[in-house]
């Protein structure tokens, strides 16, 4: 079997030792569940930006409020975010709005907060998984370096039984050992940029809403005049 042939990736990987696989096995797999959380949160954020903006224009248009309210209500599965905090908002402004003797500011200030924790939960939701990614793009390169390391010295200790220590004997223990860095390096790569770009996406989506909060609480407190 010539050089080239002994240093195929397949066959580094088939003839690593046990500590070195089992490294590059991890890896292979946090790199799978990494990509699936890429493409949905991918999805996800996409749509969050879809159902936000939709909502904006609806929301801007001038329609009567009751009715962005209804139409909140009863297609609950369909709506965005942003619509979701509304209605929590709305619901909470009416509900106080139609008690006696409360002072206009405290009605203003309990849509507020129902406002916030529906904002939080969405910004909850949303975030999901993203943590996942983070810890992939920063523990990945250390624990494929961790192989690396353990490949290498597993490859030392099998030359202290040659008497000759060539090129040919070193290069294909240390070469599989470097297999777990770049595996490492694979997982860590798409798993940084990708939490990178949707900390971006999440955090303007979470400055509308924020946005959306105050200029909404705004209209009710014009409405309690």
Same mark, same amino acid.
């Given at each position: 079997?010539?050089v ?5 990736? !397949?066959h580094?990987? &088939?003839?690593?030792?046990a500590v070195?696989?089992? &490294?590059?096995?991890?890896l292979?797999?946090?790199?799978? %569940?990494?990509?699936? *959380?890429? $493409?949905?949160k991918?999805?996800?954020?996409r749509?969050?930006?879809t ?12 329609g009567?409020?009751?009715?962005l309210?209804?139409?909140? &209500? ?9 619509? /979701?905090?509304?209605?929590?908002g709305? @619901? ?9 003797? !409360?002072d ?10 129902a406002m /916030?924790?529906?904002?939080?939960r969405?910004i909850?939701?949303?975030?999901a998984?993203l ?10 390169? *250390?624990?494929?370096l961790?192989?690396?390391?353990w490949?290498? %010295?597993?490859?030392? /200790? ?6 000759q220590?060539?090129?040919?004997a ?12 770049a595996?490492? !390096?694979?997982a860590?790569i ?7 770009r ?10 509308? $809403?924020e946005?959306? %909060?105050?200029? $909404?609480?705004?209209? !009710?407190? @014009?409405?309690?005049?």
């Amino acid at each position: 079997m010539n050089v080239s042939q002994d240093l195929s990736i !397949l066959h580094l990987i &088939v003839n690593a030792s046990a500590v070195v696989q089992a &490294v590059m096995a991890i890896l292979a797999l946090v790199s799978f %569940m990494s990509w699936y *959380y890429i $493409f949905r949160k991918w999805f996800a954020v996409r749509e969050a930006r879809t159902q936000t903006e939709q909502f904006e224009r609806d929301f801007w248009s001038g329609g009567d409020l009751n009715g962005l309210y209804q139409s909140a &209500v009863n297609n609950r599965h369909g709506t965005g975010s942003m619509e /979701r905090i509304f209605e929590a908002g709305f @619901r909470e402004f009416a509900k106080l709005r139609s008690q006696k003797n !409360l002072d206009p500011k405290d009605v203003i200030d309990g849509s507020r907060r129902a406002m /916030r924790a529906t904002y939080q939960r969405e910004i909850d939701n949303i975030d999901a998984h993203l943590a996942f990614l983070a810890s992939v793009g920063s523990v990945s390169p *250390y624990v494929g370096l961790f192989g690396t390391v353990w490949g290498i %010295m597993h490859s030392f /200790r099998g030359l202290s039984n040659v008497g000759q220590a060539t090129l040919s004997a070193v290069a294909p223990g240390i070469a599989e050992a470097l297999v777990a860095t770049a595996i490492g !390096l694979f997982a860590a790569i798409p798993a940084v940029v990708a939490y990178n770009r949707f900390s971006h996406e999440i955090d303007r989506l979470a400055t509308r $809403f924020e946005s959306f %909060m105050e200029e $909404f609480s705004n209209i !009710l407190q @014009r409405h309690m005049r």
